[in-house]
């Protein structure tokens, strides 16, 4: 029979994997916890509408990448990234009405349909923050220094912070307009992805990778055109504002007129942390401010800002601690009596397995070693009858033997 294989762009996480995926979330809970963020999971099912209301009908996410599948009426889709959902049961669940700002955490599966390649997957994980009902410079900048301690607690220091403004509504109208009209001449030498977002999403011709398109987009018409657009008053002066913190802060940056980020919802300071060494996808944490988000899903006027991480990108980026070694590994012929000792040494907070093959002694003590316990336990019929126990350090292969209870009682 054939062999059914996990769909393209999908992994298996691994045991050994894992306790790498563990100890980069509790490292992260820990340091969200520590600024007061609490954590939200919502659905990874939502109704489709959301992520075309929130995340916008012209970005590559929902006019290419969405799993969407009909069940009733309404649509469904596999959630392509976390805010939109977040800011649904902000104004579903009345977080609305709690003091502001609002601090929350997330950690879950995303679905995009993109082609997979190196650090692109259909299916991946974020590690997100939304911050909602406050709109201030020092808001950003929280929301920045939080991401780097992030990684900081994760032992990544090599990466690139970049920020840039994207205005507010009305100037990116005009910004959109000012890059239309400079672009147009060269339409018919731009790919096919760059003339169909002339249209849709001209801000995202600047993300193009195509050399030709770079080309033009650096070119010294379009690069002083970006270097020099006037955004609107308020956002310019929050964004020179969280510069200057940023800058007393002592934390590295640079200002990339180029970075659009690819969802609508930003209005204001955008950001992204790309890391080397990773390959081409090297964004490894992207996000921004989202002032018209909760108002656009149904909810009162509400200012707000966030990020992402994905958490592939990191793991490739970390080293986990060494796996903590096992503590007891129980040879036995009793298999009862040794499950019994099992549990109450875990109780006692204690690693024990039990060797479950009823193998002779030998091979038991050999697979102890094996598994690089500390000490191997005999429990045989006389040990069990005499309520004894052998306790083997494997390390010194010093011997001896205890009464059980005695033992345990010793810690
Ligand atoms: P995003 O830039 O689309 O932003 O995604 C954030 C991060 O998720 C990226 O920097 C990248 O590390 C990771 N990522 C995205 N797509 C993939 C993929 N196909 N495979 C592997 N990793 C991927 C957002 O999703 C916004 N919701 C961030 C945000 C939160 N803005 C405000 N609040």
């Known amino acids: 029979m054939s062999l059914i294989q996990r769909p393209k762009g999908t992994q298996d996480i691994l045991p050994d994997e894992a306790r790498g995926w563990q100890w980069l979330e509790a490292q992260s809970r820990r340091v969200l916890s520590a600024a007061g963020y609490g954590e939200i999971r919502t659905p990874v099912l939502e109704h489709t509408e959301l992520f075309c209301r929130g995340v916008g009908e012209a970005t590559d996410i929902v006019s290419k990448e969405m799993f969407s599948f009909e069940r009733s ?9 976390g805010t939109a959902g977040v800011v649904r049961a902000f104004i579903e669940q009345g977080l609305h009405r709690l003091p502001k700002p609002v601090k929350l955490f997330y950690l879950g599966p995303m679905f995009r349909y993109e082609r997979p390649q190196e650090g692109r997957q259909r299916q991946f994980h974020q590690l997100g923050v939304e911050v909602l009902g406050i709109d201030t410079p020092l808001a950003d900048a929280e929301a920045i220094t939080l991401a ?6 994760l032992g990544i220091s090599n990466y690139q912070l970049s920020i840039n403004n994207v205005g507010n509504p009305e100037s990116r109208e005009a910004f959109r307009d000012g890059l239309k009209a400079l672009l147009a001449p060269y339409l018919p030498q731009l790919c096919p992805d760059c003339q169909r977002r002339f249209e849709l999403n001209p801000l995202r011709m600047l993300d193009c990778k195509v050399p030709t398109c770079q080309a033009v987009y650096q070119s010294e018409s379009v690069q002083g055109f970006l270097q020099t657009f006037e955004w609107d008053e308020a956002s310019t002066a929050s964004f020179n504002e969280l510069k200057a913190i940023l800058t007393h802060l002592g934390i590295a940056f640079e200002v990339d007129p180029q970075l659009v980020r690819g969802l609508d919802y930003y209005t204001g300071t955008v950001f992204e942390i790309s890391s080397v060494g990773i390959g081409a996808q090297s964004a490894i944490c992207g996000g921004g401010r989202y002032n018209g988000l909760v108002q656009t899903l149904g909810g009162p006027e509400t200012s707000a800002v966030g990020w992402a991480m994905g958490i592939e990108r990191l793991m490739k980026l970390i080293t986990p601690p060494e796996k903590s070694g096992l503590d007891y590994y129980l040879v036995t012929d009793q298999p ?6 099992a549990q109450t040494l875990r109780k006692k907070g204690k690693t024990a397995e039990l060797d479950l093959t009823g193998k002779a002694f030998g091979k038991q003590l050999a697979t102890a070693s094996k ?4 000490h191997a336990l005999v429990l045989g019929k006389e040990e069990v009858e005499t309520q004894s126990l052998q306790v083997k350090n494997l390390k010194t292969s010093e011997q001896t033997t205890v009464q059980q209870a005695d033992w345990l009682a010793s810690f």
Do not use: D, N, Q, Y
Not at 73 to 81: A, I, N, V, Y
Not at 148 to 153: K, N, P, R, T
Not at 371 to 374: G, L
């Open 73 to 81: 009426e309404r649509g469904f889709t596999l959630r392509p990234e």
């Open 336 to 341: 009862a009596e040794a499950l019994k000792l």
């Open 371 to 374: 598994r690089e316990a500390c």
């Open 148 to 153: 780097l301690e992030v990684l900081s607690a």
